[in-house]
């Protein structure tokens, strides 16, 4: 699966203004409640079920929420540059800047795992980071996700 199955240009968030990681969550929920039909409430619960067991800050500014939906029939993800960092509860206590929520359905196994890995290496990469940092246009996001998802698909 790459990345372009799992996110659209329509899921692209390029500058959201939020003050803390719960404002974070309703807004990703919001967006995902478009894209995917699920109401908003069902997706904020599961993103706020899944941070309960830890935090999904994952460092250098980047958390990739995620969560499971038995309603999901596919895998769908939406990213957001924040236009100023907020507090995540992160593992290395830093703000977060750059979020890509992952929803799966309940059934997804491996596919979920796979996808989690992917956005991961993608966003561990410094040069990748610092290029959807230094802009805020959501078709230059997409395509720098995309693009360099192919690149890092290894």
Sequence with gaps: MTLSELISPQAVLPSLRV????????ELARKASELTGLPERAV?????????LGTTGVGHGIAI????LAALDRLYGVFA?????VDFDAIDEQ?????FLLL???TAGADHLKALA?????????GVCDKLRGTDSA????????ESAASHAA
Excluded: C, M, N, W
């Design 44 to 52: 904020f619960e599961v993103l706020v079920e899944r941070e309960r």
């Design 65 to 68: 929420p995620h969560g499971k």
């Design 139 to 146: 078709d230059a996001i997409y395509a720098l996700l995309t």
């Design 19 to 26: 003050t803390s990681k719960k404002q974070v969550l309703q």
């Design 95 to 99: 703000p977060v800047d750059l979020i």
């Design 118 to 126: 992917r956005v991961s290496r993608l966003l561990r990469d410094r």
């Design 104 to 106: 799966a359905p309940e």
């Design 81 to 85: 540059r924040l236009e100023h960092s």
